[in-house]
């Protein structure tokens, strides 16, 4: 279901930058933000709930700005160890997940290129 909605998302995106309907008034866009909600949050229904909730906001009511999606991670400690690290040299990084409070994060995305 996830990749259904990536890729019409994807479509939505390649027509909307064709055609150069409006802008966003919030950094991420509010597709970027669906795509990151979508692509990183463990509940799908969380992700489209959130995700609608800031397309409600993207209006000249609302002032804009950066608004980084928030997602739910709860780690096991065995990710910190060395053997982890060790077995894993070829990471690739395309989220920062900068901390909100316990179990929350934000999240950013890296800007490295990607392979």
Same mark, same amino acid.
């Given at each position: 279901?996830? @990749?259904?909605?990536?890729?019409?998302?994807? $479509?939505? @995106?390649?027509?909307? &930058?064709?055609?150069?309907?409006?802008? +966003?008034? !919030?950094?991420? &866009? +509010?597709? =970027? !933000? &669906?795509?990151?909600? $979508? =692509? @990183?949050?463990?509940?799908?229904?969380?992700?489209?709930?959130?995700? #609608?909730?800031?397309?409600?906001? +993207?209006? @000249?009511?609302?002032?804009?700005?950066?608004?980084?999606? #928030? #997602?739910?991670?709860?780690? =096991? *400690?065995?990710?910190? *160890?060395?053997? !982890?690290?060790? *077995?894993?040299?070829? $990471?690739?990084?395309?989220?920062?997940?900068?901390?909100?409070?316990?179990?929350?994060?934000?999240? $950013?995305?890296?800007? *490295?290129?990607?392979?």
């Amino acid at each position: 279901m996830r @990749q259904i909605l990536l890729f019409f998302l994807k $479509i939505y @995106q390649k027509v909307f &930058t064709l055609l150069s309907f409006g802008s +966003c008034r !919030y950094y991420p &866009t +509010c597709s =970027e !933000y &669906t795509k990151w909600q $979508i =692509e @990183q949050n463990p509940s799908l229904i969380k992700a489209l709930f959130f995700s #609608v909730l800031r397309i409600l906001r +993207c209006n @000249q009511f609302f002032k804009g700005g950066i608004d980084y999606p #928030v #997602v739910i991670k709860k780690f =096991e *400690k065995s990710l910190l *160890k060395r053997d !982890y690290m060790s *077995k894993n040299k070829d $990471i690739s990084i395309k989220y920062w997940l900068v901390p909100k409070s316990r179990d929350k994060f934000y999240l $950013i995305k890296s800007f *490295k290129k990607e392979k």
